[in-house]
DNA sequence: GGGATCCGCTAATTCGATTTAGCCCCAGCC
DNA sequence: GGCTGGGGCTAAATCGAATTAGCGGATCCC
């Protein structure tokens, strides 16, 4: 890139000092300048079309309005692309730059990026995991100023910025219940408590505990809980053998949108219309959520909030404590939920 | 963060002077240095975890070790993630970190932008748009080291990636072709030609051209085109229009996964069952291509591939010439092809 | 009139590396 | 014994800002 004009340059511009031009242009009013030279220096600054040299500063300075946001994957939907949205604009009103770096999901990687990053003089990490879970930041962060996104880390000292999982829980109880539902109604994906993650995932435990709450403080239960991976084909290989099994549903709370495109699929084979039959309510609002047939009535993740308000955490002077911020997630209602079958 | 080691310190305890730890510890072999001296210095880095400051180097050398990133979005389907996962990947083989930013699709946001990672001595500048197009980048980058991703701007000479839309159109022919098609094939999606877009796009041009030509090596042709946008309502829509004007296609080219998604609504609707009665096929190949009943065939945006390349060009040594690299589209081969219908 | 004050600046140092220029000492040679 | 020629280092400048210390000159006061 060709070579950029620096301040040396703008104070012989001006006729004064370097020392001189850089308490005009910092703004800074500790020091006594005359009128007639601050505009002389403005005027050089503006002619030059000056820029100050950022990593010069940081040298000084030791701040390089940059933060850094380690993540361990930013593929996986239904995260990545608006968590990194939200911090982006978030940084950018605040005049600051993202370094993106990913681990791959593999842990050993995490402190090379941290090093990567430090050795850049990030002034703040945003350690970040694409489904909500307990992590294990690598010790280099220790010390700095970190905010722990998506994730927790108990012991850690720093904030957690999380979906409130709970209230999203309490949210689909209401839509059933208002909508009339108080038996026949099962939960699609639990809490993931498979073998392979027999405590079930921080989502699944949160939703369900929500779920439950309010479902009994209007009077009502969950019919049943089928435990099982929160993809498409899980969606639709439990619901098939759910109606297989004579069971008849009358309400589905599934545990993502994938494992609702799923039972659709398996409802729209076994005969079952949506909402006429059974009534469909779940979590995440992917893009697809929308164009399902009917529109699926889901409760959001909140990504592009969780990356703004982790920013800014970050950006906002004062010291970080490890309180948990839950962030809402707002209800999408679209056409998936209706009054219970006469016959349900 | 805590304080680092800095070279001085290192220099200090292995007794040398500053020079020669720098030569040391950079691999030159230009001075002569003790192979005792050598090992003290390598000694005492390793004692103190010493990590060489980015920032403090860049000033000298002019080289941060850092890509800056600037698209318009990196929101929309189907792009983003994976292009940014492919750049992440090749600039970390190579020891580089990446700034993401995004211009929201202001025009006027890029100046600011490129500013902004020029003042922080980016070596490289990713200019990336999130459906290919023509662009007109900030003139910022002129001189600049530039590489286009996924779009392209003639007179600039920098080098673009672009996906393979031509042969990923003689690819989708070829599938049509091998199952036995050679009527009643049709376009939903066509060339993107709407009133608000009269030239069409990039990429539905291109595939068009190469449908054309390999349906017409192979004795066959398009029956017809319906020009429509490329979202899931469009294909619902223009499929039943099409079946209610008492058409009976073949085959279906769609122009996007979310086209097919919606063409796969209004079969349904019509009781025509894929492929035994309509074969579709597809491009994108977007997560929820493998979840339709049956699977979708179709070619898929090369994403990563995108990403990796276009950081790989931009790293490697070498100037950059205007070279349009077109990066090969994969056919993902699925169940949604089969042989005519026998009264098609 | 001489010292204290204040105004409006500038010189010089610092941040942590890289890099150019050059120094000292010992060995070899004539 | 003086001169050359490495070998093995170091001193000092440099990158572009921020910042500390301090300096002339005018003004004020007694």
Redesign the interface.
Known sequence: ??R?GTMADVARSAGVSPTTASFVLAGRTDMRISDAARQRVLEAARALAY??????R??RTRS?R?IGLVSD???T?PY???V??GA??AA?AR?H??????T?GDPAAGSG?V???????VDAVIYAAMFTRHVDPPPELD???VVLLNCLAPGRNAPSVVPDEIEAGRTAARVLLGAGHTRGIWSIGGRHALPATPDGWFAGNERIRGLDEALRAGGAALDGVVECAW???DG?REVRALLAGGRRPGALVCATD?VS??AY?AL?EAGLRVPDDVSVVSFDDQ??AS?L?PPLTTIALPHSELGRVAVELILDPGPLDATVHRVPMPLRVRDSVGPPHENG
Do not use: C, H, K
């Open positions: 890139m060709p950029r820029r100050p040299n950022v990593t010069a940081s040298l390089s940059t994957t930013i593929t939907t990545a692309g608006e990194i949205r982006l604009e950018r005049d730059l993202l370094f993106i770096t990913e791959g990026l090093n990567a990053l430090l050795d850049r003089q010390g700095g100023r993809e498409a084909a639709y994938r495109f799923g699929q729209a893009d697809f164009w047939r």
